[in-house]
């Protein structure tokens, strides 16, 4: 399952996404709650292998947030760029490394317009790859 953070619009992320797969906004798991960006993890172990988008750099672009429970995909991109978010998603999931949901866990990503980079559990290494296809 794709989170999506509530900084992110609905209409141009989250419904895009759902239309080819399961997905939920981080307001859906705590309605009636205001969601730090320290608490999301915390929210995320208590799904199953859940994938968090997010466009929050500050937040999350970091090598100690990897878990092997659930994966976090930061978007290097403006908030008026976000439409790009599911097109660059789906060019992300079909590289190897993020085809699937067990191989994306563990994973801290960091994704723009042309390249990848990403730490994973228990590695020390910056992974680089080529978004370009």
Excluded at 52 to 60: H, V
Aim: proline share 5%.
């Amino acid at each position: 399952m794709f989170v999506v953070d509530a900084a992110l619009a609905d209409k141009l992320v989250l419904h895009p996404i759902q239309a080819w797969t399961r997905a939920i906004s981080i307001r859906a798991l705590r309605p009636y709650e205001i969601i730090k960006d320290d608490r999301i993890p915390v929210l995320l172990r208590e799904l199953k292998q859940p994938t968090f988008i997010t466009i929050d750099e500050a937040g999350f672009w970091k090598r100690n947030l990897c878990d092997r429970r659930y994966a976090i995909l930061y978007f290097d991109l403006d908030k008026d760029q976000q439409p790009l978010i599911p097109m660059l998603l789906r060019q992300l999931l079909n590289l190897p490394e993020f085809k699937t949901k067990s191989a994306r866990m563990g994973k801290v990503v960091f994704i723009n317009k042309t390249q990848v980079k990403y730490y994973q559990l228990r590695e020390e290494k910056l992974h680089i790859l080529s978004l370009l296809h």
